[in-house]
């Protein structure tokens, strides 16, 4: 119910253009999904990422009329989340783990099945978690880069014409879009730009050129 409040206060802040009020809301809503994973079980984790998301969406909106104070300290706070991801893997171990801990019969039951089938079952559970934290992954790490892009912009007066240039002064190093190594790309246009991402699949051939999005 908190995070629901929360994300409320902010959505109401910015529907009354109170863009600071707004971003002050939008990142206790991050800072509280971080913590609601912290050594959570699996359904803590895919709450906070729905959290997350919805604090990504509505920073996204704010971002460019915010100040370099604003964007810096949402810059800090993702950089810090996205730092402290646990892999999915440690979720679903702690989660069997907690789930066996109370349940004796589950446990014998357990130690007689086969590992490749508690694994097989386990498969969709697994997927969703991964899945969700990809996701979130992805819009975290495109909004790190579109607020030090918004300092950037602050600061020299244009766009970057290129993410390189946002290195190491305004992010100290290149951003991937997921923990599956996905790939940010830019792409400036006059007064405005366009970022999209790439799975390894998609990624650059071997003349380093990146292939136009999807319309």
Avoid: W
Avoid at 9 to 14: G, I, T
Avoid at 186 to 206: F, K, L, N
């Amino acid at each position: 119910q908190l995070g629901r409040a929360i994300l409320f206060a902010a959505q109401d802040a910015a529907a009354r253009e109170e863009e600071s009020l707004a971003v002050d809301y939008a990142l206790q809503l991050l800072r509280l999904s971080h913590a609601m994973r912290q050594g959570g079980l699996v359904i803590d984790a895919l709450k906070s990422y729905a959290y997350a998301s919805a604090a990504c969406a509505e920073l996204e909106t704010l971002i460019p009329q915010l100040d370099e104070e604003a964007c810096k300290s949402i810059g800090e706070t993702l950089e810090a989340s996205l730092q402290t991801m646990e892999p999915v893997d440690d979720l679903m171990q702690r989660d069997r783990e907690f789930v066996l801990s109370g349940q004796p019969f589950l446990q014998t039951l357990s130690l007689r099945m086969n590992a490749t089938i508690v694994a097989q079952l386990s498969r969709p559970a697994v997927a969703a978690t991964t899945q969700a934290q990809s996701r979130v992954q992805r819009q975290m790490s495109v909004l790190q880069i579109r607020a030090a892009i918004r300092i950037f912009e602050l600061a020299e007066g244009r766009l970057p014409d290129s993410l390189d240039e946002l290195t190491p002064a305004y992010l100290s190093e290149p951003v991937t879009a997921s923990s599956e190594g996905e790939r940010v790309y830019y792409q400036r246009s006059g007064d405005d730009y366009v970022i999209h991402t790439e799975s390894p699949s998609e990624s650059p051939d071997a003349s380093g050129e990146a292939s136009a999005p999807d319309p």
